[in-house]
Antibody, heavy 113, light 106 residues
Framework: QFQVVQSGGEVKKPGASVKVSCNVS?????LSWVRQAPGQGLEWMGWITPFNGNTKYAQKFQGRVTISADTSTNTVYMELTSLRSDDTAVYYCARGASWLDPWGQGTLVTVSS | VLTQSPGILSLSPGERATLSCRASQSVANNNLIWYQQKPGQAPRLLIY???RRATDIPDRFSGSGSGTDFTLTISRLEPEDFGVYYC?????????FGPGTRVEVK
């Protein structure tokens, strides 16, 4: 059964970077990252096709987000730079680049001085 | 852009729930998806390709629609169905979510 397990929560200062990992079991054509600020809705950040490394990013995050994959360890990473307080959110990875299933458990990233 | 209505739906267990998702432009290939999210949990895929139920999703959940107007129907609400429902569409280079409909106990 396909499983998605994310790294643990992070606390960062404004201006710093964060790198969240997502370990997957099983084959996947694509993997997406979605975030959810406290009490808010879902926001797509981007996706990757791990076998060739191709990525697509939401325009809002262009230049600040990098999604990468290490196929030897079945791990996908999402790095977000120049963090601001409004980047405080739960970050999810999920299999797929169309419909997303399954989802990881989420990683809370808190940005605070 | 996806718009969902109503924002909040207050119903009792056993009632029928009808959730709407409207797109600002026609959804390509009817690539409309629905998720359920409960507090403190990750979203769960319910419906993909407008009307196809995901694995293990009960048949009380159904999706319909085409073009710009789509509907998620829950025929008889069970206690575990209360939560927030999001629609989503995808294209060649992006993926967007609606703002969600909260289904709460009346």
């Amino acid at each position: 059964q396909f499983q998605v397990v994310q790294s643990g929560g992070e606390v960062k200062k404004p201006g710093a970077s964060v790198k969240v990992s997502c370990n997957v079991s099983g084959y996947m054509l694509g993997l997406s990252w979605v975030r959810q600020a406290p009490g808010q809705g879902l926001e797509w950040m981007g996706w990757i096709t791990p076998f060739n490394g191709n990525t697509k990013y939401a325009q809002k995050f262009q230049g600040r987000v990098t999604i990468s994959a290490d196929t030897s360890t079945n791990t996908v990473y999402m790095e977000l730079t120049s963090l601001r307080s409004d980047d405080t959110a739960v970050y999810y990875c999920a299999r797929g680049a169309s419909w997303l299933d399954p989802w990881g458990q989420g990683t809370l990233v808190t940005v605070s001085s | 852009v996806l718009t969902q209505s109503p924002g909040i739906l207050s119903l009792s267990p056993g009632e029928r729930a009808t959730l709407s998702c409207r797109a600002s432009q026609s959804v390509a290939n009817n690539n409309l998806i629905w998720y359920q999210q409960k507090p403190g949990q990750a979203p769960r895929l319910l419906i993909y390709a407008t009307s196809r139920r995901a694995t293990d999703i009960p048949d009380r959940f159904s999706g319909s629609g085409s073009g710009t107007d789509f509907t998620l129907t829950i025929s008889r609400l069970e206690p575990e169905d209360f939560g927030v429902y999001y629609c989503q569409q995808y294209g060649a280079s992006s993926l967007t979510f609606g703002p969600g409909t909260r289904v709460e106990v009346k």
